[in-house]
């Protein structure tokens, strides 16, 4: 009888098995911040290597934009995640009581520099003080130049507009301007024939995460199990685009923006690993998308020195560690 037990079982368990391999993987949206290229290799490479379907999922990556609105999208439950940029954005959200949460952090520096002609004496960081055309973005003024005016001393008076085309740099040999390590100094040198000073703001203090994964809390309190899902997969993904055979991925960024080339793609992979931008610091021992308590109260503190929040705000509702610091991934790691 205990034999015939065990065997009945046995042979349902099987079944249970086949049909949960069977079962129709859940669909999942994720809105990026911007259109495809190769700072989102880790979701497309996830797509393209089937490692999200191994975990359940089917999911459709949703290019960003200059007129999407993926994070209003996510936020009333039109998308199901969201890829984040610096953590204002999340510290933003509990001010205003938006119900959004950052569940996972790919990026460990935001890629945000500042970029110099050599040899005109603006050669180090803090001779950056000594321009009066540092050309930003309006985003930029409100972000991270407030922090440098608070850290470093910068005027307001030195900032010129920036329209994002590199031309007004290039003809002034004077001048400083934003950009991602990732991409525009490539741009600069391909255009001008010279190669700029690069300032990465992460490596003097601006430490903030960036390229997070929000969702609304109610899909964290309802459904972590997906959550953990998605978070460990889109991990995963990182460490294969990064270490691994990324030619698919590359050919899906490229579907979604004709035009990228494989040149900045090649080149932007080769900078996220030579900064540490994806893959450094916790990441080391806790695996990529690693957030820790320490670091985010380091940048809140930052952004109430530099006047974006008030002290009394609960920043720790912006954020969870329950997703991360698993170490998944490490193994993969060449």
Known sequence: MKLNAWITGAFAACLCGSALAQQSPTEVTFGTNWIAQGEHGGYYQAVADGTYEKYGLKVTIVPGGPRASNRMLMTVGKLDFYMGGSLIQ?????????????????????????????????????????SNDILLSKDGVATFFQWMKAEYGFKDEQVKPFGFNPAPFIANKAS??????????????????????????????????STTVETRREVVEKNPDLVQRFVDASTIGWYNYLYGDNAKAKELIKRDNPEMTDELLDYSRAKMKEYGIVDSGDTQKLGIGAMTDARMKDFFDKMVKAGLFKADLDYRKAYTLQFVNRGVGLDLKK
């Open 176 to 209: 400083v301007q934003q950009g991602y390590v990732t991409s525009e100094p490539l741009t600069i040198e391909k255009a001008a024939g010279f190669r700029p000073n690069v300032f990465l703001l992460a490596d003097y203090g601006f430490s903030t995460y």
């Open 90 to 130: 999340a510290f933003s959200a509990v001010e205003k009581d938006i119900p959004t949460i950052v569940v996972a952090a790919h990026f460990q520096k935001d890629p945000q520099v500042l970029l110099s002609h050599p040899g005109q004496g603006l050669d180090s960081f803090a001779d950056l003080k000594k």
